[in-house]
């Protein structure tokens, strides 16, 4: 039996058996899947889990697109967190981007790279430093088509949200 995790509830499917059963006026938090900030981080743990047990060979693509894992260290407490990203390739460096499925906040990882942009990536079995850094406005303006077509979800988490998704660049940092 399919089912749907709404709420933190989990719920039969609809009466097709497959979609969701109908909401009533949803809450603005029923986002990607229906999955709320705990359920998303768990999706993420277990991703990340993934792809670091298997060394890459799972979790490198998804939504038809690649995944890295970018690991950043907390701005309050210094610790070290991980997370797997959709990213893309410009002139040598690395392009992800800080939806958070259009929360109306940053997601936590933005936050700590603003704060210490010097944090690691992992892609496939390779990790390596790179510095991060927010594309200025023209940047931005330049790669967002891009990346709508990489990924057409982006334009609704952008749609969804006020505040405008920042653009991230990560640099490989000359060994």
Known sequence: MLVWLIRGEVVPAGGDGVNP???????RSYVWFGMKDRNLKL??????????LTGG?????????DMLLLTTTGH????????PLLYLSDMGRYVVIASYGGRPQNP???????ANPEVEVQIGRRRFAVTARTADPDERAALWPLIVDAYKGYAEYQARTDREVPVVY??????
Not at 170 to 175: A, C, F, G, K, T
Request: no cysteine.
């Open 21 to 27: 059963p109908a909401l009533i006026d949803p809450p």
């Open 43 to 52: 999706a993420s743990q277990f991703h990340r889990s993934l792809y670091q």
């Open 57 to 65: 060979l799972l979790g490198t693509r998804l939504v038809n697109n």
């Open 76 to 83: 309050r407490t210094g610790k070290r967190h991980t997370v």
């Open 108 to 114: 936590a990882w933005y936050t700590n790279l603003v």
């Open 170 to 175: 990560l640099d490989p940092v000359e060994s």
